[in-house]
């Protein structure tokens, strides 16, 4: 019974030493801290790929932390430490993408779609206002070529003479009665 | 032209349609290596079998592309793919080793025991060879053609298919230098 409780408890006590472990870096001061902390988790571990450098516990991501931490204490700038790892993880390694000819449209297709709708919008809304009736072109073509398509060479929009204008008011009147 | 703007959205959901499904089928473990196309990482690192000597990149031109493989007897896989790799030594194709993060007297006994497909093997104990290379997990196999630039990238166990893909590449890079 005690050896049972003991497998229970000792991996507790490892994990919790592993948990410790992770955080044995010493730091000149706080702001260094900081950009460990920014780094590590805006660089992605090659191993774990849903990870981040400072969530990953696979070897490679203690390796790559020891790494930052090893440049941060070479007043290495955070451009320097980010190029290292591209030039030897390829981009991958970077959770925010940077900016150039293969990842503009990561950063700016959103903001075209989004000028792309507006545009939709804008054209829409002009379009109905220049016909206050409320009767859009569309359903006026339709409608017309519905109820006479025996004379579709005169069904366009602006090409009703003046009695099948005249006809049209009787059969909207109609509708409305 | 009414017309047509009516499918533009079908058109845009069988694009990205196409696109999506495509994406499906890649392997996201496959990454591509940052290194391919640039030359060799330098460095200075024992050899496993005579710690005396000193290894660097220029010991890895022999004057023909090579393999390089990273292994460790830590790592299952790497056995997996040792007799495979026995067999493309046997071939005359020239394998050089980097034995990483490994104990030396483990891999000393791993080569005498499954015999050594290895050329030379660079003992890399740190993983500053590795991290240079771009290593993220053994086994990881690189054809280097005979300049020393890194051409091809594998990560995982190289087996009878892999092979012929790295063959075919070894004999591109050959007939290149032929010609």
């Known amino acids: 019974m005690k050896w049972l409780l003991m497998s229970f408890?000792?991996?507790?006590?490892?994990?919790?030493?592993?948990?410790?472990?992770?955080?044995?870096?010493?730091?000149?001061?706080?702001?260094?801290?900081?950009?460990?902390?920014?780094?590590?988790?805006?660089?992605?571990?090659?191993?774990?790929?849903?990870?981040?450098?400072?969530?990953?516990?696979?070897?490679?991501?203690?390796?790559?932390?020891?790494?930052?931490?090893?440049?941060?204490?070479?007043?290495?700038?955070?451009?320097?430490?980010?190029?290292?790892?591209?030039?030897?993880?390829?981009?991958?390694?970077?959770?925010?993408?940077?900016?150039?000819?293969?990842?503009?449209?990561?950063?700016?297709?959103p903001f075209v779609l989004l000028g792309v709708g507006v545009a939709v919008l804008l054209f829409i809304a002009r379009r109905k206002r220049r016909q206050p009736a409320g009767i859009d072109r569309a359903d006026a073509d339709n409608s017309e070529v519905e109820l006479d398509s025996s004379t579709p060479s005169e069904t366009a929009v602006g090409c009703l003479s003046a009695a099948e204008q005249q006809r049209l008011n009787e059969l909207l009147q109609g509708d409305k009665k | 032209?009414?017309?047509?703007?009516?499918?533009?959205?079908?058109?845009?959901?069988?694009?990205?349609?196409?696109?999506?499904?495509?994406?499906?089928?890649?392997?996201?473990?496959?990454?591509?290596?940052?290194?391919?196309?640039?030359?060799?990482?330098t460095f200075s690192l024992p050899s496993l079998q005579t710690p005396d000597k000193t290894l660097t990149e220029q010991d890895l031109k022999f004057g023909e592309p090579v393999l390089?493989?990273?292994?460790?007897?830590?790592?299952?896989?790497?056995?997996?793919?040792?007799?495979?790799?026995?067999?493309?030594?046997?071939?005359?194709?020239?394998?050089?080793?980097i034995n990483y993060k490994d104990d030396r007297g483990k891999a000393k006994v791993w080569l005498e025991k499954y015999l050594n497909p290895y050329m030379v093997n660079i003992y890399d104990e740190k993983g500053t060879l590795g991290l240079d290379l771009g290593v993220y997990?053994?086994?990881?196999?690189?054809?280097?053609?005979?300049?020393?630039?890194?051409?091809?990238?594998?990560?995982?166990?190289?087996d009878a298919r892999v092979w012929q893909q790295l063959e075919a590449i070894i004999a591109k890079l050959n007939n290149g230098e032929a010609s």
């Open chain 1, 9 to 109: 408890l000792l991996p507790l006590l490892l994990t919790v030493q592993v948990q410790a472990a992770i955080d044995t870096y010493e730091f000149r001061d706080e702001a260094s801290r900081e950009r460990f902390r920014q780094l590590t988790e805006e660089l992605r571990c090659p191993k774990c790929q849903n990870q981040n450098l400072a969530d990953s516990n696979s070897p490679i991501a203690k390796d790559l932390r020891t790494e930052v931490h090893r440049m941060l204490g070479e007043n290495q700038s955070d451009d320097e430490i980010v190029d290292f790892m591209v030039a030897r993880y390829g981009e991958f390694v970077l959770y925010k993408p940077r900016k150039n000819a293969s990842t503009w449209i990561l950063w700016y297709g």
């Open chain 2, 1 to 41: 032209m009414r017309r047509f703007v009516v499918f533009i959205p079908l058109v845009l959901f069988f694009g990205l349609g196409i696109l999506l499904w495509r994406g499906l089928q890649l392997d996201p473990s496959e990454l591509p290596s940052a290194l391919i196309d640039k030359p060799m990482p």
């Open chain 2, 68 to 97: 390089l493989n990273v292994w460790a007897t830590w790592c299952p896989s790497c056995k997996a793919e040792h007799a495979q790799l026995n067999r493309i030594a046997e071939q005359g194709v020239k394998i050089v080793g």
């Open chain 2, 137 to 158: 997990g053994a086994p990881e196999t690189y054809v280097i053609d005979a300049q020393g630039v890194i051409r091809y990238k594998h990560v995982g166990v190289v």
